[in-house]
């Protein structure tokens, strides 16, 4: 029980320093973009590697998420709970569920990791988990559309993640209004 009071004041000093952390990583947002495209669609260059070239139209054209959600909040919250409770045996499937409540680049983040997670003989091996729960969800930015989540997470398993000690992590999300509905387009993990 001694240690009760310094859990809760972790958790105001916390909650109450939100605002805060969200400020940090939108530096740049509302100011001069970052990346450049040519109006017709074309990448006005390409990465080191890869081919110049255009977007394929099935590429461009987006089904829309299931399930959206009917409130910014609430996409967040649901993607976030997703996000940070999985085992090595439900991860792929847990992005894949990501990926069709999604939009845009988070989509194609989880598309691409959940292709990724197949190959993952370590996760597999060592039976490697994540179990999260919500501390706070809070508006980042300006818009509806910016938000800041932070998270309680304990990650195990066998081996070498056997006694990891739960730590806090915060994200910056985007959402946006589809069909009247409400869905993540960015999940950028900070810490």
């Known amino acids: ?30 100011g001069t973009p970052t990346s450049t495209t040519v109006a017709s669609g074309t990448p006005a260059q390409a ?13 461009q054209t987006q089904a829309p998420p299931l399930d ?5 909040r609430a996409a967040v919250e649901r993607f976030a709970a997703v996000y940070v409770n999985w085992t090595y045996a439900t991860l792929a499937a847990n992005q894949g569920t990501l990926a069709a409540q999604a939009v845009g680049e988070a989509r194609a983040a989880e598309r691409q990791a959940q292709a990724q997670t197949g190959r993952d003989t370590p996760l597999r ?17 300006r818009g509806p559309g910016e938000w800041v989540v932070v998270t309680l997470e304990q990650t195990g398993g066998d081996q070498e993640y056997a006694g990891l000690g739960a730590s806090f992590h915060v994200t910056f999300a ?3 209004r ?8 960015s999940w950028r993990p900070e810490v």
């Not at 990465?47 to 590429?59: K, L, W």
């Open 125 to 141: 091996r060592g039976h490697i988990y994540n179990r999260g729960s919500i501390v706070t969800v809070a508006r980042a930015g």
């Open 174 to 176: 985007d959402v946006q």
């Open 68 to 72: 959206a959600a009917s409130s910014p």
């Open 1 to 30: 029980m001694p240690n009760r009071p310094s859990k809760y004041l972790l958790l105001a000093v916390l909650v109450g320093l939100t605002p805060f952390l969200a400020a940090c990583g939108l530096a740049n947002r509302g």
């Open 47 to 59: 990465n080191p590697g890869e081919q110049q070239g255009t977007i394929p139209a099935s590429a």
């Open 178 to 185: 589809v069909a009247g509905r409400w869905a993540v387009s």
